[in-house]
């Protein structure tokens, strides 16, 4: 059940992003990716959810090839949520069961409320209009949306970013929480670097397209490599 990255090499254009990238992620564990501006993170995720394809190499989830596989058959195990809530305008349970209506699913509003409840989330936001939502609050909401659709994976590109410190930590909380009480495998890309580590079973730090490091967090922490010592460092 996990995602392999093997020699992938990616580019826009003339410009390569990701260099010779190698990487395994076990399934139901949290992975972060940490790494300068630039490096490749946000490509990483997109390659991953299938919205682009590397040059070379291959991706593979639970042994099928992504090139070999419907990019929508990927997205329906690899779910992913963005830096700004992507929401329409509606009420929470307009938004919640958009994809559902759309695959014609038969809708189950206990079900929902049910997960609210589990995650903390108070019901009667169901009702709420997304405009008289916080950003905090929205990104939460996309997060349950991209849950509802019950992937087995979950890519968080800097979902953190448009928040304060306080909104910032309950969302990475939460993710921590679909971790461990859903069992998803969730990659986080995050500037959040002391509470992502803190959540955080493995780490993959890209510098300029590069895999500098991959393992655990722990591994990652005591890393004496001079560029990762000095990122922890906010240098
Ligand atoms: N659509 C694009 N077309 C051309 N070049 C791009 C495009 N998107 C990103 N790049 C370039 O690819 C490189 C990697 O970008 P990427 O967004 O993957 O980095 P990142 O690690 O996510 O950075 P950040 O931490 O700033 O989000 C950068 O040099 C960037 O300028
Ligand atoms: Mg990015």
């Given at each position: 059940?996990?995602?392999?990255?093997?020699?992938?090499?990616?580019?826009?254009?003339?410009?390569?992003?990701?260099?010779?990238?190698?990487?395994?992620?076990?399934?139901?564990?949290?992975?972060?990716?940490?790494?300068?501006?630039?490096?490749?993170?946000?490509?990483?995720?997109?390659?991953?959810?299938?919205?682009?394809?590397?040059?070379?190499?291959?991706?593979?989830?639970?042994?099928?090839?992504?090139?070999?596989?419907?990019?929508?058959?990927?997205r329906k195990k690899i779910g992913m949520v963005f830096q700004k809530p992507a929401l329409f305008d509606g009420t929470v349970y307009d938004n919640l069961i958009w994809s559902m209506k759309v695959q014609k699913l038969p809708i189950d509003k206990t079900k929902i409320e049910n997960m609210l409840s589990q995650l903390d989330i108070?019901?009667?936001?169901?009702?709420?209009?997304?405009?008289?939502?916080?950003?905090?609050?929205?990104?939460?909401?996309?997060?349950?949306?991209t849950l509802l659709a019950n992937p087995d994976v979950i890519l968080?590109?800097?979902?953190?970013?448009?928040?304060?410190?306080?909104?910032?930590?309950?969302?990475?909380?939460?993710i921590k929480q679909i971790n461990t009480q859903y069992q998803k495998t969730i990659i986080l890309v995050s500037h959040d670097i002391d509470t992502a580590i803190d959540i955080a079973d493995t780490v993959t730090f890209l510098h300029d397209g590069h895999v500098l490091f991959h393992g655990t967090k722990e591994h990652f922490l005591n890393s004496d490599n001079e560029i990762i010592t000095n990122f922890k460092h906010g240098k």
């Open positions: 059940m996990s995602i392999k990255l093997k020699s992938v090499n990616f580019s826009y254009e003339n410009h390569q992003v990701l260099k010779n990238v190698n990487i395994e992620f076990l399934p139901q564990k949290i992975h972060v990716l940490l790494g300068p501006s630039g490096g490749g993170k946000s490509s990483l995720l997109r390659l991953l959810n299938a919205l682009m394809d590397p040059n070379s190499g291959d991706i593979s989830y639970i042994n099928t090839v992504y090139s070999q596989t419907h990019p929508k058959d990927i108070p019901t009667d936001y169901l009702d709420k209009e997304i405009e008289n939502l916080s950003v905090g609050e929205q990104q939460r909401i996309c997060i349950v949306r968080f590109d800097e979902p953190t970013s448009a928040l304060d410190p306080q909104r910032s930590k309950k969302v990475l909380e939460l």
